[in-house]
């Protein structure tokens, strides 16, 4: 696999792997640890990076009295991350076998442990980015393999998701999200999980149209 | 079946609906979404039922954005389950003025969120025909804000 191309799907991996923890569930000491102490992951969080409080606190207090107290109103009560409150007329969720996120997940033997996860339905956002994440991790693994086709078949497999699912739903959610979130912190996530998965889609539709060629793709940079 | 025969069983399948939905589109046969919009006895049904689904208006209407609203019109109450804050918020018209304020307000936010739509569409053109889609029910919703207003205050 080409330098270029294995870091650009390196990043994506963990940038959808970033988004996915952070949107599921509450930060933890050694979460925030690893985001303070890499200027390439804090990078992505700039006004949490230039945010008062941040300085002020200690890593503990900063989460038990801020970022927790912002991640239950976010992601628990005030605001819904399940794409079936979006889609559905009803503005019911679909916690069951019927929804039919939780049916494409089983089409591609992907099991959300709603348990651990700690979250009502599989179609959680949380969720759904975790599902890109393993599609990326198999896809890296593909190209390393030399395995080209079966690379673009799951790139494939990626727009589709996106399109027909999370662009469908999220930008509306992460919006809300945006202009409701207390902390700097989750203001940054949700524009960067936002921004993420829309210039995400820019480069798939790029690679869709180049017919998931590769070798294309790299070349154009 | 294997992991191919999957995706290219799917792309047909998606192919087969595009042709019909366009071929349907061509007949005339599709309603526009004004029609598709259904009647009620009541403008806080009718508001609740076609306005404040995302499915339905393109937009997310959220607990704070109710809140939010009633604020620029110098009310307030309690945040509680989104439904009832909905009915807390129209239960404050009286008038057929009122009513307009509200209106506004829904229309305004509608405005907001469209104008954003539409900047991440110039920035992302490839997610243009997602946001498309959205503004156009957030455009129908506000067309349905004033049919409403003519039914029932008029």
Redesign the interface.
């Known amino acids: 696999m080409q330098d270029d191309l294995k870091n650009e799907q390196l990043a994506r991996v963990n940038i959808y792997a970033l988004i996915s923890r952070i949107l599921m569930n509450e930060v933890d000491e050694k979460l925030l640890e690893l985001i303070l102490k890499d200027e390439n992951i804090l990078s992505f969080f700039p006004e949490f990076k230039k945010w008062d409080k941040r300085k002020k606190m200690s890593n503990k207090d900063l989460i038990e009295k801020e970022l927790n107290v912002d991640f239950t109103n976010l992601f628990l009560l005030h605001l819904i991350p399940y794409e079936s409150f979006y889609i559905r007329e009803d503005q019911q969720m679909e916690t069951g076998g019927d929804n039919p996120v939780q049916a494409l997940y089983n089409d591609f033997d992907f099991r959300v442990e709603l348990d651990e996860a700690r979250v009502m339905s599989a179609d959680h956002i949380g969720v759904e980015l975790e599902f890109m994440y393993k599609l990326c991790e198999a896809e890296y693994k593909a190209l390393e393999d030399g395995e080209e086709t079966i690379a673009a078949e799951i790139a494939e497999i990626q727009y589709n998701f996106l399109k027909n699912h999370l662009l469908e739903w999220a930008p509306m959610y992460l919006l809300n999200v945006k202009s409701e979130a207390g902390t700097a912190f989750y203001f940054d996530a949700a524009d960067l999980a936002l921004e993420f998965i829309l210039s995400d889609f820019e480069y798939l539709t790029q690679l869709k149209d180049s017919e998931y060629s590769y070798k294309t793709i790299a070349g154009d940079k | 079946m294997d992991?191919?025969d999957?995706?290219e069983l799917?792309g047909e399948f998606e192919q087969l609906q595009k042709r019909e939905m366009e071929a349907a589109s061509a007949e005339g046969s599709c309603a526009t979404d004004e029609e598709s919009r259904e009647d009620y006895p009541d403008y806080m049904i009718a508001m609740y039922e076609e306005v404040?689904?995302?499915?339905?208006a393109?937009?997310?209407f959220?607990?704070?954005?109710l809140k939010a609203m009633a604020a620029e019109m110098d009310e307030s109450f309690a945040?509680d389950i989104r439904e009832r804050m909905f009915k807390n918020y129209m239960q404050w018209v009286a008038t057929p003025d009122d009513m307009q304020l509200v209106m506004t307000q829904f229309k305004k936010h509608i405005d907001i969120?469209c104008d954003?739509?539409k900047d991440?569409s110039k920035?992302?053109?490839?997610?243009k025909e997602?946001?498309d889609k959205?503004i156009k029910k957030a455009e129908s919703t506000k067309k349905y804000l004033d049919k409403v207003f003519i039914e029932f205050f008029t």
């Open positions: 992991v191919k999957l995706n799917r404040m689904p995302p499915a339905k393109g937009i997310y959220s607990r704070w954005d945040l969120k954003i739509y991440y920035k992302y053109p490839s997610s997602i946001f959205k």
